[in-house]
């Protein structure tokens, strides 16, 4: 087997979506090995790209609280000039459609969070059919 060196830039490349064409140009390693490594260290292939993938996304998208506070932000300004306008405008309506807008995603972005249970792990006898509905 090749150095350990050789194996851990080839996870990395695969990692990055490079074919095996191009790293067996970069490594000097034959296609046949590679394959089988793409088999062996699969789950460290995928890890790593998850993890670059989250790396990624956390540069381009804001955080929940960040979206939360901006909603916020967005829906009070709009709510307070609501309380100023005569509603009989149109901008007015507008206005209400864009409170309505930023409530519905505030509501989706705060939404309950729902627990499940594959059914196979429940015993027959407590299995039912019928969703259950546990109000608190």
């Known amino acids: 087997m090749k150095d350990q060196e050789t194996v851990a830039r080839f996870i ?8 095996f064409a191009r790293i ?3 490594l000097n390693v034959s296609k046949p090995t590679l394959i089988d490594w793409s ?8 890890n790593l790209r998850a993890v670059e993938t989250e790396a990624l996304a956390e540069k381009c998208f804001t955080s929940r609280q960040k979206r939360w506070d901006l909603l916020s932000t967005q829906l009070q300004r709009i709510e307070e ?3 100023k306008r005569n509603l009989d405008t149109v901008s007015t309506a507008r206005l209400i459609e864009l409170a309505s807008k930023l409530r519905a ?3 989706h972005e705060t939404g309950q969070p729902r627990f499940s249970l594959a059914t196979r792990h429940i015993p027959k006898d407590e299995f039912f059919e019928d969703v259950l509905d546990w109000q608190v």
């Open 39 to 46: 088999r062996k260290f699969q789950f460290e292939i995928q």
């Open 105 to 107: 995603e505030i509501s």
């Open 12 to 19: 990395q490349l695969r990692a990055d979506a490079w074919s």
């Open 81 to 83: 000039e609501l309380a």
């Open 24 to 26: 067996s140009a970069e």
